[in-house]
C-alpha cells in the first residue's frame, strides 16, 4: 500500500491544524509499514486505537475553533468527522470480531477519507478562519 506523503495542497492555512494533519499521515504511515512488517495484530490494534484517540483530539480542536469564529459550514463538517468516527469504531468491532477484515482495507479506507476530507471540507474552513487568525 502507498504511504501518504504530504504536499502543499494538503494546506488549510492554519498551521495548528496543518501539523495535525501531518500527524494524522504519519500515524497512517506507521500502521501501513507496521502491516507490510507483519507486525503483532496486538500492536497494530493498539495503534488503530491511538490513531482514532488522537483523530478525536483533531477533530475536537478544529470543531471549537469552527465554532468560536462561527463558521457556517460547522454542522456539516462535525456530521462528517462523526460519520468517520462511527465507521472506524464498526472496523474496529470486526477486527476485534474476526469477520475477514483485513489491516489494508481498513488502511485504504483510513487514508482515502483523510486525502479527501482534507482536501475536501478541511479547505472550506481555512480561507474563512485565517480571516481571523492572522
Ligand atoms: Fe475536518
Redesign the pocket.
Known amino acids: 500500500m502507498q504511504v501518504l506523503v504530504w504536499e502543499e495542497r494538503f494546506s488549510v492555512g492554519i498551521r495548528e491544524f496543518d501539523q495535525h494533519h501531518k500527524i494524522l499521515f504519519e500515524m497512517i504511515n506507521s500502521l501501513i509499514f507496521a502491516q507490510e512488517d507483519g507486525r503483532d495484530p496486538d500492536i497494530i490494534k493498539n495503534s488503530l486505537e491511538q490513531l482514532r484517540s488522537y483523530t478525536i483530539f483533531h477533530?475536537v480542536a478544529?470543531e471549537a475553533m469552527m465554532k468560536h469564529f462561527e463558521f457556517e459550514g460547522l454542522d456539516e463538517?462535525i456530521a462528517e468527522?462523526e460519520t468517520l468516527l462511527q465507521q472506524v469504531v464498526e472496523y474496529q468491532d470486526r477486527i476485534a470480531a474476526n469477520d475477514g477484515v483485513t489491516i489494508d482495507e481498513v488502511l485504504n479506507f483510513l487514508a482515502g477519507w483523510l486525502l479527501d476530507?482534507t482536501l475536501g471540507?478541511?479547505q472550506l474552513y481555512g480561507p474563512y478562519l485565517t480571516r481571523f487568525t492572522d
Do not use: G, V
Open positions: 477533530f478544529e463538517h468527522h476530507h471540507l478541511d
